[in-house]
């Protein structure tokens, strides 16, 4: 099976313009969900599709979106773009049911913010 | 406010040796632990998971779960140096999925040959 993939891999922008990253979950997993990792911060929690649907949402700014297609397939939008939104992006798709709920991870999508 | 704990390390061991890691979580609430391994540049690989109290064993891997005492490790033996990553680990409240995991900030292990 193909792992998740995630694109573009690498992307450069400038203050305040926005940026949209693409994540592919596993074939199956209907559960996508999108992480932040910084130096600093370390791995966090922005939100959580499933079915189209956001189910939760960590504690980022009204900024952050997503959106989740019917071929499990998500977005993630980042609007305004400050300094600190330099990161690594990534998603991680899970089955999400019939007790299987770990979650894997994509490479990821370095975000520079200049 | 769920709080993971990790010491940040380095963590060096010798090749061969067990290295031990740890991790402390405040949420009782926690149902499953993950624990993922992470070289540098590279996402989180998922290597082990763990729902019930006692120790799971897989290949060079155990997991350790106490949940009285909110406390997760995991064991690897015969360390080689291919293990030299940062080892997060991530305890999961449950919620049919849809909770994100709360990551701790990893402890970086060193296998010196």
């Known amino acids: 099976k193909a792992g998740v993939t995630q694109t573009p891999r690498y992307l450069i922008k400038t203050r305040g313009q926005q940026v949209t990253l693409s994540c592919s979950p596993i074939?199956?997993?209907?559960?996508v969900s999108w992480y932040q990792q910084t130096p600093g911060q370390g791995l966090q929690f922005l939100f959580e599709y499933f079915s189209e649907t956001q189910r939760n949402k960590g504690n980022f700014p009204g900024r952050f979106s997503g959106r989740q297609f019917s071929n499990s397939r998500s977005e993630m939008n980042v609007s305004t773009l400050e300094l600190g939104d330099s990161a690594l992006y990534l998603c991680?798709?899970?089955?999400?049911?019939?007790?299987?709920?770990?979650?894997?991870f994509g490479p990821g999508t370095r975000l520079t913010v200049t | 406010q769920k709080e993971v704990e990790q010491n940040s390390g380095p963590l060096s061991v010798p090749e061969g040796a067990i290295a031990s890691l740890n991790c402390t979580y405040s949420d009782r609430g926690s149902q499953s632990f993950f624990w993922y391994r992470q070289y540098s540049g590279k996402s989180p690989e998922l290597i082990m998971f763990i729902y019930s109290n006692g120790d799971k064993e897989d290949g060079r891997f155990t997991a350790q779960l106490n949940k009285a005492s909110q406390y997760v490790s995991l064991l690897i033996r015969d360390s080689q140096p291919s293990d030299s990553a940062t080892y997060l680990c991530a305890p999961w409240r449950g919620g049919g999925g849809a909770d994100g995991l709360t990551f701790g900030k990893g402890t970086h292990l060193i296998i010196q040959p």
């Open positions: 991680a798709s899970s089955l999400a049911g019939g007790g299987t709920y770990e979650q894997y």
């Open positions: 074939s199956g997993h209907r559960s």
